[in-house]
């Protein structure tokens, strides 16, 4: 059994992670990334994120992190060996309970194998199913020990057994609240196949049995106490407003019929089913209706004959309570990670049956048997193809849209996808979709800020992000968005102010970093150095908040402290093109341009059409006198858009002051440019373009421009030398000029 599962489930270890809630527990929750660590443990246990209280399997993930770092294929891994681990714990447990190992094997086999558990095992983010489950089946065997130890009068031992099952619930619990029904599942038990209730011909009343299980009970109380806490403060419950209770029991009876037709049929399984509202026809509510009824009257009649339908069908029906969506806690209808320990009892119902039936005869044992088979074979293989649908984000969430519809979910999910690649047009189209289904979506109005904020629409990303925080009030990453397209916007003030109130729900080291950054680009240096250090003493590997500590530093002159962590920023991140920019600045400030010009080609070659860096890789040449190489990154930086005054002055002075005659009329050309940008023109321009018509033979023009020139800078009386520099070419110019009068 474990070597079929392995090789129906193997496929996984090819899968990733998947944007459905995936980063929410595992891929940007800094706790989880630390790994084991004194304080994530702690947090782990007084955390209700994600609307959840369960922190052993919070401590799972943070093993993994510790064992594979954030190798999907490690988180996968586990899952499917705690399945493999569940699946012999239900044969162990159904031989103990029933004592027939041809019906425990099919129940464990169908467990192991059916494709509706795929979701439960495939998705990083379900592993709290299969903790939870490995916890359950312990439970299961402590309490067929604890019976079999009271049927031969050892009343210690049955204790003992007793408080193993408690411990398997309280810590079931620890992974996932569902388990709450395990004390009711027991109560099935012990009416069949345990019969130590009356009705099945034992000795122990309803009541007692009970009275017996009211430490699990407790247990299962507090469980359900503290799971409606973390809910209700993750904003997790839905309302009576958003969904009625009406509307509620009208999707559990429709749901209840879904699970079984998935259970027997398992096509057109998804990873999110949209919750159809009050759009339910009457006929598919009503026919539900009928068939749930008159299933569980037909197994209650068959009781004295058949106890096992009806242990089985309640056990089904009881185990999907705490999901049904009676208390509606997210949006979906269905869930096939809800059907882990449910579907249990839909097989308790095959197996036995087809154990009286094999009863008859050699002949039906043998078709039985071979039913069974062709049963499970079929499981492997659509567990196989089921499991590859969890490959990545874009492969499940298309398959969703291809299934159900209007399926905002499935939107959203692949205009993340696509945002992370960088696809936002691509994006743009699934998000409009998924707010024409679900415009009250602060998901969809916040990945749609995304995907606008990379198309450099920034004023529309504000509104759709204040749109998200509308939805979702002070939620941290709309929070960080908006503060990013404020950022992106040119409006640094506004950008500071909405990460302090980041900083106010969310003191991590990603936050501490991107108020400092926002304090870097509002020049507001001391407090930006001060925030980047707060994120480097919580986290020192962080790359971005190394990389703009050292621009922060170079700004207030420490170039030996920039270049320190700037470097830390490059050998975590190699590819930070901008962090390469400043370290060839800073670089240059301590030992000279030449010293930063390796650092800037570098960074030239990782962003080739980057006009800033075109335009400090031409001072840089120019400070080490590399007049050519100079000249050419001042054309490249003024070809990719950055045609300031300065960039246009420099080469035109370059140009003007060339051996080369035929560079001179274009630097006439950019010395006019240059005077046509300045508002007014400075002394520097109008002298260099008079340099430049002297170059090319244009005497007049020469004058004309050095005495404009000369004048501005004699009224500001500051820069002397530069004067005389210009008195010094003017009778080189009035000797040359037809009009040696000229003023």
């Known amino acids: 059994m474990v070597a079929a599962t392995l090789f129906a489930y193997w496929p996984v270890l090819d899968n990733g992670f998947v944007n459905y809630d995936d980063r929410l527990y595992i891929l940007g929750n800094p706790q989880v990334r630390l790994g084991l660590t004194p304080e994530s443990i702690a947090w782990a246990f007084s955390t209700f994120h994600g609307a959840n209280w369960f922190p052993l399997t919070w401590l799972s993930w943070m093993t993994d992190v510790e064992l594979h770092g954030t190798d999907a294929a490690g988180f996968h891994l586990t899952s499917l060996l705690f399945h493999c681990l569940n699946s012999v714990l239900l044969l162990v447990a159904f031989i103990r309970l029933s004592g027939s190992v041809a019906s425990s094997v099919f129940v464990a086999a169908v467990f192991a194998l059916h494709p509706l558990h795929v979701e439960s095992v495939a998705w990083a983010s379900a592993r709290k199913d299969v903790i939870s489950a490995s916890f359950f089946m312990l439970a299961l065997i402590g309490h067929a020990e604890a019976s079999r130890r009271l049927d031969v009068g050892d009343a210690r031992g049955a204790c003992a057994s007793r408080a193993g099952v408690a411990l398997s619930l309280a810590l079931g619990l620890m992974a996932k609240p569902t388990l709450v029904v395990l004390p009711f599942v027991l109560l099935l038990l012990d009416a069949w196949p345990l019969r130590r209730l009356r009705v099945s011909g034992g000795t122990l009343g309803l009541g007692r049995a009970i009275v017996e299980k009211w430490p699990l009970f407790a247990i299962a109380a ?164 089921q499991v590859r649908l969890w490959k990545d984000s874009t492969t499940l969430f298309e398959h969703a849209l291809a299934t159900t519809e209007r399926n905002h979910v499935a939107h959203i999910n692949i205009g993340v996808a696509l945002v992370n690649t960088q696809q936002y047009a691509e994006a743009e189209v699934h998000l409009r979709e998924a707010l024409e289904i679900a415009p009250r979506s602060a998901l969809a109005h916040g990945v749609f800020a995304d995907a606008l904020r990379g198309q450099g629409r920034f004023a529309r990303a504000i509104d759709q992000y204040r749109a998200a925080l509308v939805l979702d009030p002070g939620s941290p990453r709309w929070l960080a968005g908006l503060g990013s397209a404020l950022l992106d916007a040119g409006r640094g003030a506004e950008a500071v102010d909405t990460y302090r109130r980041v900083l106010e729900r969310e003191p991590s080291p990603v936050a501490f970093a991107n108020l400092g950054l926002a304090l870097l680009n509002d020049g507001s240096y001391p407090e930006a150095i001060a925030q980047l250090e707060r994120a480097l003493e919580l986290k020192p590997s962080l790359a971005s908040a190394h990389g703009n500590l050292g621009i922060a530093l170079l700004q207030t002159k420490r170039p030996d402290a920039a270049i320190e962590h700037l470097e830390l920023a490059l050998k975590s991140e190699p590819e930070l093109a901008l962090v390469r920019a400043n370290l060839a600045l800073a670089l240059a400030e301590r030992d000279g341009s030449a010293a930063g010009l390796e650092s800037i080609e570098r960074a030239i070659r990782l962003e080739p059409h980057n006009a800033k860096f075109h335009t400090i890789a031409a001072r840089l040449a120019r400070g080490a006198n590399r007049r050519e190489l100079s000249i050419s990154h001042y054309r490249n930086a003024i070809e990719f858009g950055d045609r300031s005054v300065g960039n246009l002055n420099d080469l035109a002075w370059l140009l003007a002051t060339d051996e080369d005659s035929s560079a001179h009329s274009e630097a006439i050309a950019l010395g006019l440019e240059a005077v046509e940008a300045s508002d007014p023109p400075s002394a520097d321009v109008l002298d260099t373009l008079s340099v430049a018509y002297a170059a090319s033979g244009r005497w007049d023009e020469a004058l004309g421009s050095a005495q404009r020139a000369l004048s501005i800078v004699e009224a500001g009386g500051s820069r002397p030398e530069f004067a005389d520099q210009i008195r010094r070419r003017i009778p080189i110019y009035r000797s040359r000029s037809t009009n040696p009068a000229s003023e």
């Not at 009208?250 to 159809?276: I, K, Q, T």
């Not at 009503?286 to 056990?315: E, Q």
């Open 222 to 385: 507090s469980g359900a106490a503290i799971t409606l806490a973390s809910q209700s403060a993750g904003g997790a419950v839905q309302s009576l407003t958003d969904i009625g209770p009406l509307t509620r029991l009208e999707n559990a009876a429709v749901s209840y019929v879904a699970y079984v037709c998935h259970s027997v049929w398992p096509s057109g399984l998804v990873a999110y089913y949209p919750h159809p509202g009050n759009s339910l026809p009457i006929w598919k509510v009503g026919a539900a209706l009928v068939f749930c009824g008159s299933v569980t009257w037909g197994v209650w009649r068959s009781w004295a004959d058949r106890p096992y339908l009806a242990i089985g069908w309640f056990w089904f029906g009881g185990a999907l309570v705490p999901v049904i969506g009676i208390v509606q806690v997210g949006q979906a209808a269905m869930a096939d990670r809800y059907m882990y320990l449910p579907l249990v009892g839909l097989s308790i119902m095959v197996a036995f049956s087809a154990r009286r039936l094999a009863s008859r005869g050699r002949a039906f044992e043998l078709a039985i048997a071979t039913v069974a088979a062709v049963l499970l074979i079929s499981m492997i293989f659509a567990t196989r193809n």
